[in-house]
């Protein structure tokens, strides 16, 4: 046990910091004592202290990054929760320095994302082809100002949902499927689920621009609900799911 030189207390000596200097290798204040003077001179010195702590990270760069983070894992989920409480406070503040961290670093992220793309392009060109497809897709849409309405996600579940690859136009299987308008962009097609077909790459290069119409007559027989569901069914089915979700 150790008594502390400022409350007076008797203390185990693990309340007491090491202090080499000393006679006893401890420093005479205990920890909580050592604390509570700390808190009262930063709050009459905050702009000197603040000064003094900018000066010694700009100096002890790395130094600092590693006491910062071996902090961070110590009260990660503190430091969650405190910051969840923050952003939901002050969310027009959150939002200023979200876009000013985006602008700050824009180049870094776009030379990051260049770097992601090319890794992806060899190690999974087919994904990277119909993201693409789908970027080309949301912009065409936007040009002709035709309305967006779909997500990453449901693209996506339009190409994984038949699970042998089946074309709705051919109706023929093991196909990688892209994703078609049923309604052209140029015909004023919209980019949203219930205007949008799973089909194999060939049959979505043959119809082209092409109005469903036109399309139905060139497909003909292959259009036989008696094989699965039809393309109107399956649209329809897709207009009700994402009432179902909206409402």
Request: net charge positive; with cysteine; charged share 35%.
């Amino acid at each position: 046990m150790k008594i502390c030189s400022k409350c007076g207390v008797s203390k185990p000596l693990h309340d007491f910091s090491k202090k080499t200097k000393n006679p006893s290798g401890l420093n005479p204040s205990c920890r909580a004592c050592v604390s509570e003077k700390s808190k009262a001179y930063y709050l009459e010195n905050a702009g000197q202290a603040k000064k003094r702590a900018k000066a010694w990270r700009e100096k002890n760069l790395d130094r600092a990054k590693e006491l910062g983070k071996a902090r961070y894992e110590r009260t990660a989920d503190v430091v969650k929760a405190r910051s969840a409480i923050w952003s939901a406070t002050n969310p027009e503040r959150r939002k200023t320095i979200v876009e000013a961290s985006a602008l700050k670093n824009l180049e870094k992220k776009r030379a990051a994302n260049k770097a992601y793309r090319q890794i992806k392009a060899i190690t999974d060109p087919e994904s990277v082809r119909e993201e693409n497809r789908m970027r080309a897709s949301i912009r065409r849409s936007r040009e002709v100002d035709n309305g967006i309405s779909i997500t990453r996600g449901e693209w996506r579940s339009l190409i994984d949902l038949f699970e042998f690859g089946t074309c709705l136009y051919c109706r023929t299987s093991g196909h990688k499927l892209t994703v078609d308008h049923w309604l052209p962009v140029k015909l004023g097609g919209r980019t949203e689920m219930g205007n949008l077909i799973p089909c194999c790459k060939s049959c979505n290069s043959k119809k082209g621009a092409k109005h469903p119409d036109e399309w139905k007559l060139i497909i003909g027989a292959a259009e036989n609900p008696a094989e699965g569901i039809s393309i109107e069914q399956f649209l329809e089915c897709c207009r009700l799911d994402e009432d179902e979700v909206a409402a």
